[in-house]
Structure formats: C-alpha cells, structure tokens
Nanobody, 132 residues
Framework: QVTLVESGGGLVQPGGSLRLSCQVS????????MGWFRQVPGKEREGVSC????????YYKPTLKGRFTISRDNAKNTLYLQMFGLRPDDAAMYYC?????????????????????????WGQGITVTVSD
C-alpha cells in the first residue's frame, strides 16, 4: 500500500518561508515521478513543482521559479518543497503526489502542468496560510 503524508504547513507572514515534507511509504521515490500541487477553493488544482523519477528533470510553475525549490532525500524516501518569499496568493492546500508506475514521465514538465491528472497516488494535503 502506497501512502504519502505531508507535513510542514501552517501560518506564515508574507515574506516568510516554509518547508513542506512528504514522507512516502510503499514505493521508492527514486524510481517514481513526484510532484507538489496546490488548490484553492473555486480554482483548479495546479502543478507547483515536480521532479522526474531519476531526479534529473524538474519543473516549476513559472511564476514560482526562484522562490520554490523541490528536492528529495532518497534515503529517507521523502520529498520536500522549500518555499521562500511567501505571498498571500501562495496560500492554498498543498498536495504531494506520485505515479505508481516506475520510471514514467521523464518529461515531467508536461505532466506537472496538467495539474496532477496523471498522478495516481496522493497525500491528504496540508494547508499553507500566508497572512499578517
């Protein structure tokens, strides 16, 4: 059974930083494409950042590039999203997701931009609030 558990969200002031973690069990993340997605009520889910199964390719939503960094620790089987310079419009429910088929989606940017429709394993989500 594959499970993904996000942590690290919460309330932060504008300009602040957070690091989200996604602890994965049931598969080895170094063989599976992974990503972070977010959604606010009334809007479609969007791809924030994704990483290919071999870790060579990464994708960032263009407006986030430079503020967010995706990384993973294969030994801990954990995916991270470091977020700097948070703004009120970054507030959302953030989800970690993966693809259960190994070694898929090398062209990770294409799939990430599709908002997660091609990812089949999801965490329960974690809230990020950016406010004074």
């Amino acid at each position: 059974q594959v499970t993904l558990v996000e942590s690290g969200g919460g309330l932060v002031q504008p300009g602040g930083s957070l690091r989200l973690s996604c602890q994965v069990s049931g598969l080895s993340i170094n063989e599976h494409a992974m990503g972070w997605f977010r959604q606010v009520p009334g809007k479609e889910r969007e791809g924030v950042s994704c990483i290919s199964w071999h870790g060579v390719n990464t994708y960032y939503k263009p407006t986030l590039k430079g503020r967010f960094t995706i990384s993973r620790d294969n030994a801990k089987n954990t995916l991270y999203l470091q977020m700097f310079g948070l703004r009120p419009d970054d507030a959302a429910m953030y989800y970690c997701a993966t693809v259960s088929r190994p070694r898929e989606y090398t062209n990770i940017g294409y799939y990430c931009q599709r908002g997660g429709t091609d990812f089949d394993k999801w965490g329960q989500g974690i809230t990020v609030t950016v406010s004074d």
